[in-house]
């Protein structure tokens, strides 16, 4: 009877600042930004110090897709809690994704980790910002530099599993440094494919019409006209597409980037110049016949080259990477990590890829060569079963059956593959039966060929199953990043005790250290509303503490004789004093007399 609104929706008036911040998080951890935003918001106002308040409003911004509003509320977290490593590797997720401040991002979780040196969370920011820009290097050794702190970090495993593979960024031809709007240079890179897209499927049908025509109907003077008429369309086609391109000076790094945006490029440009040199040819009688394989080799460049290029780039992506390595590193984190399942998934179909490509290779080089040299392909499998078992051992609830049924087809060809060369080999007469062991190897080759063309089948039935439902395909498209929240942990809080004693302290020790040790010297403090210490210390503590900013503040109540506190944090020159941001508060009684023995 007596409970109010505002008990009902769990908004109590009554609740410290504390109090809120803890409700934000556990309405983030479920799923309910906006309100988490509310709460926090309720934190702040109460207690305007509180730099856990400002991260937790930076937090739920950002997870309502709000990156703008989200850099305001990080900043005044940091400007508050300066020493703060969750402030710092806050401010560097939202940077991160603010076009033109991706050195602040990188410099702000270098400091995160240079406070909090053993917690993994910087080095997994510091591996994520390499990974966005396709530094897969450096991006392994953050990972595995956070994994020798936590090896049951779940983001880093994931996130390492992708530098291993060479995984390609979402927007593979922007450079996240760059100070343009990705969206500018997304516009810039539609309109160049668009472009190359036209230009090529323009002129394939072209080539093709005016093949026809001269051929079949006798009509080559005319196609080659039109043909001219194809090379006149294509001047407005290539001035509407090159004004949609509004960031010409970015154009050539953004080819360098994205190599296949570049090949799609030149590839049309070529594309034209084959086509005009190709009419050229053809319309020429005074050239010498000797030409004529030119002529015809033009025309397939023209035809050939865009379905030439699909297949090249089909091949190279399957051997980008070390894909089992990958699979080793996500294996624990599978259980708790929707996304490591699903990069293991790809990753796997990867690994069928080139198994698959492999054995196509071999058992086409057996039989124009050698057919006993498709023995070999017994082995060939191996890799592509070995980690889908592993897959399967190590997690109960994940499963591809088109996955299952293209694995093991390829086992079956391999060996049928092999025993056709075995048994259509030369010396193969020297113990069977002339017409039993071709009888033999022919259906052997039959079981083999019709197993890998049975792979094929699958992997494109899946491609289209996952196309229809807008899944995740088999492909490197498909693979995630893990990114998952951080710092919204609480800050450390100063009771009532512990800011008494700095209060009344007659003499307080600040430890820090040096080149040549531990020292300790006199300071003078006072305890901020937000909860940091301010020094005043002697100078030459300064320059120590420069490079090494984690210290060690003691005092002694006067008070109560026996209470002492020791705060444990980062410390950073503001004017002419340290600010102190507490990482770590301890506290306790010395002895009395009555517990001397």
């Given amino acids: 009877m007596g409970t109010d609104e505002s008990d009902k929706t769990g908004n109590h008036p009554d609740r410290s600042s504390r109090e809120w911040c803890e409700e934000a998080l556990t309405r983030l951890n ?13 934190a702040a106002d109460l207690d305007p110090g509180s730099e856990w308040a400002h991260r937790l409003i930076s937090l739920a911004h950002e997870r309502l897709g709000r990156e703008a509003e989200a850099v305001p509320a990080a900043e005044r977290a940091v400007e508050l809690a300066r020493g703060s490593w969750q402030a710092r590797l806050r401010l560097a997720a939202v940077l991160r994704r603010t076009p033109g401040r991706w050195a602040e991002a990188v410099e702000q979780a270098e400091l995160a980790r240079k406070f909090a040196p053993e917690e993994p969370s910087p080095e997994v920011m510091l591996g994520d910002l390499a990974l966005l820009r396709g530094e897969h290097a450096r991006a392994e050794r ?34 996240p440094a760059w100070p343009v709007d990705p969206r500018e240079t997304g516009r810039a890179r539609r309109a160049l494919e668009v472009w190359s897209r036209q230009v ?17 109907l006798d009509r080559g003077t005319e196609a080659r006209l039109g043909g001219c008429a194809v090379l006149l369309l ?8 090159a004004r949609r391109v509004g960031v010409w000076p970015y154009v050539g790094a953004m080819l360098g980037r994205d190599p296949w945006l570049g090949v799609s490029v030149v590839s049309a440009a070529l594309s034209v110049a084959a086509f005009a040199a190709w009419l050229l040819l053809g319309a020429v009688r005074v050239l010498p016949s000797s030409l004529d394989p030119v002529w015809a080799g033009l025309a397939g460049i023209v035809v050939l080259g865009w379905p030439a290029l699909a297949a090249v780039r089909v091949l190279a992506e399957s051997w980008r990477g070390r894909p089992l390595r990958a699979l080793a590193v996500t294996e624990p984190a599978r259980e708790s990590e929707r996304t490591a399942r699903r990069n293991a998934g790809v990753a796997l179909w990867i690994v069928l890829g080139r198994t698959w490509s492999v054995l196509v290779t071999l058992v086409a080089g057996a039989l124009v060569v050698e057919p006993g040299a ?20 190590r997690a109960r609830h994940w499963g591809d059956p088109w996955l299952a049924a293209a694995t093991w087809l390829v086992v079956p060809g391999a060996v049928a593959c092999a025993a056709g060369g075995l048994l259509g ?8 039966p002339g017409w039993a062991a071709g009888w033999a190897a022919e259906w052997a080759w039959r079981i083999g060929l ?28 498909s693979l995630l990043m893990c990114d998952l929240p951080v710092g919204a942990g609480p800050s450390v809080a100063l009771n009532p005790e512990v800011r008494q004693t700095f209060s009344y302290a007659r003499s307080i020790v600040l430890s820090y250290g040096d080149s040549l040790g531990p020292r300790v010297a006199g300071a003078v403090a006072s305890v901020t509303s937000s909860g ?9 503590a300064w320059a120590a503490i420069e490079q090494d900013p984690r210290v060690a503040v003691f005092a002694t109540d006067p008070l109560q004789r026996r209470f002492w506190v020791e705060v444990r944090g980062i410390a950073r020159a503001d004017s002419d004093v340290l600010r102190v941001t507490p990482k770590q508060v301890l506290f306790g009684e010395f002895p009395g007399r009555h517990q001397r023995r």
């Fill in 30 to 42: 479920a799923g309910r930004p906006e309100s988490a935003l509310d709460a926090a918001r309720r």
């Fill in 142 to 175: 953050s990972y595995r530099a956070a994994l020798a702190i936590d090896p049951g970090d779940p983001q880093a495993r994931v996130n390492l599993g992708l530098a291993l593979l060479r995984w390609d960024r979402p927007r593979p031809h922007h450079d």
């Fill in 200 to 216: 090529r499927l323009l002129l394939a049908v072209a080539a093709l019409g005016i093949a026809a025509c001269a051929l079949l």
């Fill in 234 to 241: 294509l001047v407005p086609l290539t001035v509407r597409q």
């Fill in 374 to 393: 498709a023995v070999a392909a017994v082995v060939v499998p191996y890799p592509v079963v070995r980690g889908y078992l592993r897959a399967r051992r």
């Fill in 425 to 432: 080999a030369t010396w193969a007469a020297e113990w069977a």
């Fill in 450 to 477: 019709g197993a890998l063309a049975a792979v094929a089948l699958v992997l494109a039935l899946r491609g289209l199953q996952a196309w229809w439902r807008g899944g995740p395909g088999p492909w490197r498209s």
């Fill in 532 to 540: 940091e210490l301010r020094l005043i210390a002697e100078t030459a």
